[in-house]
């Protein structure tokens, strides 16, 4: 059964007193929970534009490592929803695939929202979905990013106060 309570914070940024060897232990157990990076790869499924985005993100995260081998799904959703949304919006654009639809049933043909909307809008909840999942924006990057405590400064003055 798991301890109810707050979720525990990780140790650069924890406040409260903790003893050395504590401290040190539980850095530790933190760098276990890194994970590798060598199976970013695109999945084999993906169409070209899809790897091609797939393989982007992966280099622009690189930079600041915030994925691992276990992203690899939701990189890889994420990767085909963005090349079947941009489909969707060329398609969109170039014809006149509007925001009224019909549809026929056995009562007559009526007007609906647009087929082509519709798939649009779902898929840019799903990429909105992935995207926060991988950290995609700065304010989701914030979360995802542990910041690094800062040793307080020494005041150049002090030496004259002490004497």
């Known amino acids: ?37 060598d199976a970013l790869l695109p999945p084999q499924w993906l169409d070209e534009e899809g790897k ?17 081998n276990l992203d690899r799904s939701i990189l890889a959703i994420y990767a085909n929803a963005w090349s079947r949304y941009t489909k ?32 649009e809008t779902k898929y840019v909840r799903q990429i909105m979905d992935c995207s926060a999942k991988l950290g995609m924006a700065t304010t989701d990057r914030l979360k995802l990013v542990v910041p690094v405590k800062q040793d307080k400064a020494v005041n150049k003055y002090l030496k004259y106060v002490n004497g």
């Open 52 to 68: 091609e985005e797939f393989i982007r993100v992966v280099d622009e995260c690189e930079k600041i490592d915030i994925l691992d």
């Open 88 to 119: 969707i919006a060329m398609h969109i654009q170039e014809g006149d695939y509007g925001e009224i639809g019909y549809r026929e049933n056995k009562y007559g043909r009526y007007e609906t929202v647009s087929p082509y909307l519709e798939a």
């Open 1 to 37: 059964m798991m301890a109810a309570g707050r979720p525990r914070k990780v140790i650069d940024i924890s406040t409260g007193k903790i003893g050395k060897a504590k401290r040190t232990a539980r850095k530790e157990n933190e760098k276990k929970l890194k994970l590798p990076r």
